[in-house]
Nanobody
Framework: QVQLVESGGGLVQAGGSLRLSCAASGRTFSSYTMGWFRQVPGKERELVAGISSGGSTNYADSVKGRFTISRDNAKNTVYLQMNSLKPDDTAVYYC???????????????????WGQGTQVTVSS
């Protein structure tokens, strides 16, 4: 079992930045594909950004150029740097992982079997 704990959410003004962190308790973190998902009321959970065990990334079109996902395998941590935040970025952000070695970052939430508790990001106008 892997435990994921997100941190770094909060309230920020439009145009501002936040960095989310996700700390994993597992011993084989480098073998996991990791993703950041977000969900707002009335909408399906969507992949914001993901990074494979091989380092390939996948971003939602709405965040390309603004968000950057990265990982530090030595620290068992994945990050989401969020810049130029917009009010419609407001959501609960979840860290997710799945044991998968390769370059694929699946966008479907049901492909991930480990989830964090979520952290609220609120962007005010």
């Amino acid at each position: 079992q892997v435990q994921l704990v997100e941190s770094g959410g909060g309230l920020v003004q439009a145009g501002g930045s936040l960095r989310l962190s996700c700390a994993a308790s597992g011993r084989t973190f480098s073998s996991y594909t990791m993703g950041w998902f977000r969900q707002v009321p009335g909408k399906e959970r969507e992949l914001v950004a993901g990074i494979s065990s091989g380092g390939s990334t996948n971003y939602a079109d709405s965040v390309k150029g603004r968000f950057t996902i990265s990982r530090d395998n030595a620290k068992n941590t994945v990050y989401l740097q969020m810049n130029s935040l917009k009010p419609d970025d407001t959501a609960v952000y979840y860290c997710a992982g799945v044991r998968a070695i390769g370059l694929i970052v699946p966008p479907q939430p049901n492909k991930y079997n480990y989830w964090g508790q979520g952290t609220q990001v609120t962007v005010s106008s």
